[in-house]
């Protein structure tokens, strides 16, 4: 009887042994999927949780700013813009780490102030439209934000 217990327990060791993986070592399984499965396993929008935000500079999910020369993906860390194309949305909002996610898959975005000519004020819809419908493809709710 008293085998029995041993080799149980050291099977139950080299199970949990066997699941764990060293800090540092990336999971394959997630690397291997496309950006849109990565995306699509983030939670769904808690929009309790968004909604309560009033102040922008407390948003913690991406946030975008739609420009005349493209989407900008906002770095907190240094206030600094990325421009993406269209193109390029998915694959940069898929790159960031799930706790980027806190409040599921929504982002926030605003437009930036165009007084320039009609063919800037049309690439800007252009570019709008385009974001929304990436965005809504890839089911992540966009919180739209007045511009500042």
């Not at 700013?65 to 194309?85: F, H, M, P, Y």
């Amino acid at each position: 009887m008293r085998y029995i217990h041993l080799a149980a327990l050291a099977l139950s060791i080299l199970i949990v042994l066997s699941c764990s993986r060293p800090p540092g070592v990336t999971d394959q399984r997630a690397s291997q999927l496309s950006p849109l499965q990565r995306i699509a396993g983030l939670p769904p929008a808690d929009p309790q949780m968004f909604r309560k935000v009033r102040d922008m500079k407390e948003w913690k999910n991406p946030y975008l700013i739609i420009r005349v020369d493209g989407i900008a993906l906002l770095d907190r860390t240094d206030n600094e813009q990325k421009i993406l194309t269209p193109d390029q949305l998915v694959e940069a909002l898929a790159g960031l780490p799930a706790s980027a996610w806190p409040y599921g898959r929504v982002v926030a975005i605003a437009e930036s102030a165009v007084s320039g000519s009609d063919q800037e004020k049309a690439q800007l819809r252009k570019n709008r439209a385009l974001a929304a419908g990436t965005l809504e493809g890839s089911q992540v709710l966009i919180n739209w934000v007045p511009s500042s």
